[in-house]
Protein backbone atom coordinates (compact mmCIF):
# COMPACT_ATOMS: atom_id res chain seq x y z
CA UNK A 1 0.00 0.00 0.00
CA UNK A 2 1.07 3.40 -1.14
CA UNK A 3 1.22 5.98 1.88
CA UNK A 4 0.92 9.63 1.27
CA UNK A 5 3.24 12.44 2.50
CA UNK A 6 0.37 13.31 4.50
CA UNK A 7 0.14 9.53 6.46
CA UNK A 8 4.02 8.88 6.57
CA UNK A 9 4.40 13.10 7.96
CA UNK A 10 1.62 12.40 10.86
CA UNK A 11 3.11 9.04 11.82
CA UNK A 12 6.37 10.27 12.15
CA UNK A 13 5.40 13.34 14.32
CA UNK A 14 2.64 10.80 16.39
CA UNK A 15 5.97 8.86 16.85
CA UNK A 16 7.97 11.74 17.82
CA UNK A 17 5.36 13.08 20.61
CA UNK A 18 5.16 9.83 21.79
CA UNK A 19 8.73 10.01 22.82
CA UNK A 20 8.53 13.45 24.08
CA UNK A 21 5.64 12.47 25.95
CA UNK A 22 7.71 9.84 27.66
CA UNK A 23 10.72 12.06 28.09
CA UNK A 24 8.48 14.68 30.20
CA UNK A 25 8.51 12.30 33.34
CA UNK A 26 12.46 10.83 32.43
CA UNK A 27 13.58 14.57 32.73
CA UNK A 28 11.41 15.00 35.82
CA UNK A 29 13.19 11.96 37.09
CA UNK A 30 16.59 13.22 36.21
CA UNK A 31 16.25 16.62 37.40
CA UNK A 32 15.47 15.05 40.77
CA UNK A 33 19.14 14.68 41.27
CA UNK A 34 20.41 18.20 40.54
CA UNK A 35 20.74 18.54 37.22
CA UNK A 36 19.60 22.29 36.25
CA UNK A 37 17.26 22.81 33.09
CA UNK A 38 19.88 24.55 31.23
CA UNK A 39 22.35 21.55 31.51
CA UNK A 40 19.86 18.92 30.70
CA UNK A 41 18.64 21.28 27.28
CA UNK A 42 23.02 21.70 26.81
CA UNK A 43 23.47 17.25 27.26
CA UNK A 44 20.42 16.72 25.04
CA UNK A 45 21.49 19.61 22.27
CA UNK A 46 25.25 18.58 22.42
CA UNK A 47 24.07 14.58 21.84
CA UNK A 48 21.49 15.33 18.91
CA UNK A 49 24.81 17.08 17.46
CA UNK A 50 26.77 14.76 18.00
CA UNK A 51 24.64 11.65 16.54
CA UNK A 52 23.18 13.89 13.89
CA UNK A 53 27.22 14.95 12.75
CA UNK A 54 28.53 11.38 13.01
CA UNK A 55 25.85 10.32 10.62
CA UNK A 56 26.51 13.47 8.21
CA UNK A 57 30.30 12.79 8.65
CA UNK A 58 30.00 8.67 7.06
CA UNK A 59 26.94 9.04 5.05
CA UNK A 60 27.18 12.27 3.25
CA UNK A 61 30.00 14.89 4.50
CA UNK A 62 28.84 17.40 1.60
CA UNK A 63 26.15 18.01 3.43
CA UNK A 64 28.41 20.00 6.38
CA UNK A 65 28.53 23.05 3.62
CA UNK A 66 26.47 25.84 4.46
CA UNK A 67 25.96 29.11 2.95
CA UNK A 68 26.00 32.16 5.18
CA UNK A 69 22.11 33.05 3.81
CA UNK A 70 21.34 29.89 5.79
CA UNK A 71 23.15 30.82 9.01
CA UNK A 72 20.78 33.50 10.24
CA UNK A 73 17.71 30.42 9.97
CA UNK A 74 19.72 27.95 11.49
CA UNK A 75 20.83 30.29 14.36
CA UNK A 76 17.54 31.26 15.21
CA UNK A 77 16.24 27.93 15.05
CA UNK A 78 18.78 26.92 17.19
CA UNK A 79 18.50 29.00 19.34
CA UNK A 80 15.03 30.40 20.03
CA UNK A 81 13.43 27.07 18.84
CA UNK A 82 15.58 24.94 20.30
CA UNK A 83 17.81 26.60 23.14
CA UNK A 84 15.24 28.85 25.02
CA UNK A 85 12.06 26.32 24.44
CA UNK A 86 13.95 23.41 25.84
CA UNK A 87 14.67 25.36 28.99
CA UNK A 88 11.68 27.38 29.43
CA UNK A 89 10.39 23.53 28.99
CA UNK A 90 12.17 22.63 31.67
CA UNK A 91 11.73 25.30 34.03
CA UNK A 92 7.73 24.78 33.34
CA UNK A 93 8.45 20.46 34.46
CA UNK A 94 9.74 21.92 37.55
CA UNK A 95 7.09 24.54 38.61
CA UNK A 96 4.05 22.93 37.10
CA UNK A 97 2.49 19.48 36.69
CA UNK A 98 3.36 18.30 33.57
CA UNK A 99 0.09 18.20 31.76
CA UNK A 100 -0.62 22.26 32.66
CA UNK A 101 2.88 23.16 31.34
CA UNK A 102 2.56 21.12 27.88
CA UNK A 103 -0.68 23.12 27.86
CA UNK A 104 0.35 26.32 27.50
CA UNK A 105 3.44 25.16 25.53
CA UNK A 106 1.02 23.89 22.89
CA UNK A 107 -1.11 27.40 22.65
CA UNK A 108 1.96 27.37 20.60
CA UNK A 109 -0.93 25.57 17.59
CA UNK A 110 -2.90 29.25 17.98
CA UNK A 111 0.64 31.07 17.74
CA UNK A 112 1.62 29.10 14.51
CA UNK A 113 -1.44 29.77 11.38
CA UNK A 114 -1.38 33.33 12.80
CA UNK A 115 2.32 33.90 12.52
CA UNK A 116 2.51 31.33 9.14
CA UNK A 117 -0.33 34.09 7.71
CA UNK A 118 1.17 37.00 8.59
CA UNK A 119 4.60 36.71 7.59
CA UNK A 120 4.25 33.54 4.77
CA UNK A 121 0.84 34.49 3.54
CA UNK A 122 0.44 30.23 4.45
CA UNK A 123 -3.26 29.92 3.15
CA UNK A 124 -5.65 27.29 5.42
CA UNK A 125 -9.24 26.75 5.42
CA UNK A 126 -11.64 28.39 7.73
CA UNK A 127 -12.23 24.43 9.78
CA UNK A 128 -8.29 24.93 11.01
CA UNK A 129 -10.00 27.06 13.78
CA UNK A 130 -12.55 24.83 14.95
CA UNK A 131 -9.25 22.05 15.28
CA UNK A 132 -7.87 25.17 17.19
CA UNK A 133 -10.48 25.33 19.24
CA UNK A 134 -11.51 21.59 19.59
CA UNK A 135 -7.77 20.72 20.56
CA UNK A 136 -7.21 24.16 23.46
CA UNK A 137 -10.85 22.96 25.13
CA UNK A 138 -9.68 19.11 24.98
CA UNK A 139 -6.00 19.46 26.45
CA UNK A 140 -8.17 22.17 28.94
CA UNK A 141 -10.14 19.27 29.87
CA UNK A 142 -7.13 16.43 30.16
CA UNK A 143 -4.98 18.74 32.32
CA UNK A 144 -7.97 19.91 34.41
CA UNK A 145 -6.36 23.46 34.81
CA UNK A 146 -9.37 24.52 37.00
CA UNK A 147 -8.10 22.17 39.87
CA UNK A 148 -4.56 23.77 40.19
CA UNK A 149 -3.30 26.50 41.95
CA UNK A 150 -0.86 27.57 39.14
CA UNK A 151 2.77 28.89 39.98
CA UNK A 152 3.34 32.26 38.16
CA UNK A 153 7.10 31.48 37.28
CA UNK A 154 5.79 28.41 35.75
CA UNK A 155 3.32 29.82 33.32
CA UNK A 156 5.28 32.58 31.92
CA UNK A 157 8.54 30.02 31.34
CA UNK A 158 5.67 27.47 29.42
CA UNK A 159 4.23 30.58 27.98
CA UNK A 160 8.40 31.36 26.63
CA UNK A 161 7.98 27.61 25.71
CA UNK A 162 5.37 28.79 23.46
CA UNK A 163 6.86 31.06 21.67
CA UNK A 164 9.74 29.22 21.34
CA UNK A 165 7.64 26.25 20.17
CA UNK A 166 6.23 28.28 17.59
CA UNK A 167 9.22 29.34 16.20
CA UNK A 168 10.36 25.16 16.30
CA UNK A 169 7.54 24.75 13.58
CA UNK A 170 7.30 27.31 11.30
CA UNK A 171 11.65 27.56 11.25
CA UNK A 172 11.79 23.89 11.01
CA UNK A 173 9.75 23.75 7.91
CA UNK A 174 11.83 26.44 5.78
CA UNK A 175 14.83 25.88 6.74
CA UNK A 176 14.77 22.29 5.48
CA UNK A 177 13.67 23.40 1.91
CA UNK A 178 17.29 23.11 0.49
CA UNK A 179 18.99 21.35 3.38
CA UNK A 180 18.51 17.44 4.35
CA UNK A 181 17.27 16.63 7.95
CA UNK A 182 20.41 15.06 9.73
CA UNK A 183 23.14 18.48 8.76
CA UNK A 184 19.61 20.64 9.74
CA UNK A 185 19.42 18.91 13.20
CA UNK A 186 23.44 18.69 13.27
CA UNK A 187 23.74 22.51 12.83
CA UNK A 188 20.55 23.89 14.73
CA UNK A 189 21.54 21.13 17.61
CA UNK A 190 25.31 22.77 17.62
CA UNK A 191 24.14 26.22 18.08
CA UNK A 192 21.89 25.08 20.78
CA UNK A 193 25.18 23.28 22.43
CA UNK A 194 27.25 26.10 22.01
CA UNK A 195 24.88 28.91 23.74
CA UNK A 196 24.34 26.50 26.67
CA UNK A 197 28.12 25.45 27.11
CA UNK A 198 28.57 29.08 27.37
CA UNK A 199 26.01 30.01 30.15
CA UNK A 200 26.78 26.27 31.85
CA UNK A 201 30.13 24.79 31.26
CA UNK A 202 29.60 21.24 31.43
CA UNK A 203 33.15 20.73 32.64
CA UNK A 204 32.57 22.57 35.61
CA UNK A 205 29.53 20.16 36.57
CA UNK A 206 30.11 17.89 39.51
CA UNK A 207 29.88 14.62 37.15
CA UNK A 208 29.95 12.49 40.10
CA UNK A 209 26.55 12.74 41.15
CA UNK A 210 25.66 11.12 37.41
CA UNK A 211 26.72 7.47 38.74
CA UNK A 212 24.60 7.95 41.59
CA UNK A 213 21.39 5.40 41.47
CA UNK A 214 18.16 7.13 41.23
CA UNK A 215 14.96 5.86 41.67
CA UNK A 216 12.51 5.53 39.24
CA UNK A 217 9.64 6.91 41.23
CA UNK A 218 6.22 5.79 40.85
CA UNK A 219 4.98 2.18 40.77
CA UNK A 220 8.88 1.58 39.05
CA UNK A 221 10.06 2.86 42.86
CA UNK A 222 11.58 0.10 43.61
CA UNK A 223 14.10 0.32 40.25
CA UNK A 224 17.12 2.61 40.47
CA UNK A 225 19.17 2.66 38.14
CA UNK A 226 22.61 5.15 37.60
CA UNK A 227 21.79 8.33 36.85
CA UNK A 228 24.35 7.98 33.64
CA UNK A 229 21.91 5.67 32.02
CA UNK A 230 18.96 8.06 32.01
CA UNK A 231 20.95 10.72 30.71
CA UNK A 232 22.03 8.47 27.91
CA UNK A 233 18.40 7.30 27.36
CA UNK A 234 17.17 10.93 27.43
CA UNK A 235 20.08 11.97 24.75
CA UNK A 236 19.00 8.93 22.08
CA UNK A 237 15.30 7.91 23.19
CA UNK A 238 14.34 11.13 24.31
CA UNK A 239 16.31 13.43 22.06
CA UNK A 240 17.69 12.45 19.23
CA UNK A 241 14.93 9.99 17.79
CA UNK A 242 12.12 12.20 18.76
CA UNK A 243 13.98 15.16 16.57
CA UNK A 244 15.08 13.09 14.20
CA UNK A 245 11.38 12.03 13.69
CA UNK A 246 9.69 15.63 14.06
CA UNK A 247 12.35 16.96 11.53
CA UNK A 248 11.43 14.14 9.30
CA UNK A 249 8.22 15.02 9.57
CA UNK A 250 8.30 18.64 9.32
CA UNK A 251 9.37 18.23 5.45
CA UNK A 252 5.96 16.19 4.88
CA UNK A 253 3.79 18.49 6.96
CA UNK A 254 2.69 22.45 7.12
CA UNK A 255 3.73 24.02 9.99
CA UNK A 256 0.09 24.89 10.99
CA UNK A 257 -1.01 20.78 10.63
CA UNK A 258 2.55 19.60 12.46
CA UNK A 259 1.74 22.39 15.35
CA UNK A 260 -1.73 20.60 16.21
CA UNK A 261 -0.75 16.79 15.99
CA UNK A 262 2.18 17.31 18.51
CA UNK A 263 -0.29 18.35 20.77
CA UNK A 264 -0.76 14.51 21.21
CA UNK A 265 2.51 15.34 23.28
CA UNK A 266 0.08 16.22 26.34
CA UNK A 267 -2.09 12.51 25.60
CA UNK A 268 1.10 10.43 25.94
CA UNK A 269 2.77 12.29 28.71
CA UNK A 270 -0.80 11.61 30.96
CA UNK A 271 -0.58 7.90 29.44
CA UNK A 272 2.79 7.64 30.81
CA UNK A 273 2.17 9.32 34.12
CA UNK A 274 -0.75 6.77 34.60
CA UNK A 275 1.24 3.71 33.86
CA UNK A 276 4.64 5.05 35.24
CA UNK A 277 3.91 7.33 37.81
CA UNK A 278 0.57 5.82 39.25
CA UNK A 279 -1.90 9.05 37.89
CA UNK A 280 -4.94 8.47 37.26
CA UNK A 281 -7.26 9.86 34.69
CA UNK A 282 -11.00 10.09 34.96
CA UNK A 283 -13.76 9.55 32.60
CA UNK A 284 -13.72 12.97 32.26
CA UNK A 285 -10.15 13.53 31.19
CA UNK A 286 -10.67 10.45 29.25
CA UNK A 287 -13.36 12.77 27.39
CA UNK A 288 -10.75 15.72 26.75
CA UNK A 289 -8.73 13.52 24.85
CA UNK A 290 -11.15 12.22 22.39
CA UNK A 291 -12.28 15.97 22.13
CA UNK A 292 -8.22 16.48 21.53
CA UNK A 293 -7.82 13.56 18.72
CA UNK A 294 -11.25 15.13 17.28
CA UNK A 295 -9.74 18.56 16.82
CA UNK A 296 -6.36 16.85 15.32
CA UNK A 297 -8.19 14.82 12.71
CA UNK A 298 -10.76 18.83 11.70
CA UNK A 299 -7.47 20.37 11.61
CA UNK A 300 -6.08 17.84 8.63
CA UNK A 301 -8.54 18.34 6.76
CA UNK A 302 -7.85 22.16 6.50
CA UNK A 303 -4.75 22.19 4.57
CA UNK A 304 -5.07 24.78 1.71
CA UNK A 305 -4.09 24.37 -1.68
CA UNK A 306 -0.71 25.85 -2.76
CA UNK A 307 1.79 23.92 -0.32
CA UNK A 308 4.32 21.35 -1.66
CA UNK A 309 6.53 19.60 1.38
CA UNK A 310 10.10 19.90 1.19
CA UNK A 311 12.36 17.67 -0.95
Known sequence: MHLTDKTKGTALALLGTLLFGLNASTSKVVMAIGIMPGQLVGFRSMANALIAGLIVLFTRPQAFKVSWREIPALMAFGLIGVAIMQWAYSVSLQLLPVGIALLFEYTAIVWVPLVSYLIFKEKFKPRLWLGVVAVIAGLAVVS????????????????????????????????????????????TMLFSAAFWAALNPW?????????????????????????WLLLAWIGVAGSFLPMLFSYMAMRLLRPTLMGIISTSEVLFAFIFGFLWLGEKISGLQALGGVLVLAGIVIAQTARGEKWQPSN
Open 144 to 187: QIWAFSLNLIGVLAALLAAAGTTTYFIMGEHTQKDRDVFSTLFY
Open 203 to 227: WQTDLSKYADSVSLGGTLEAVAVPG
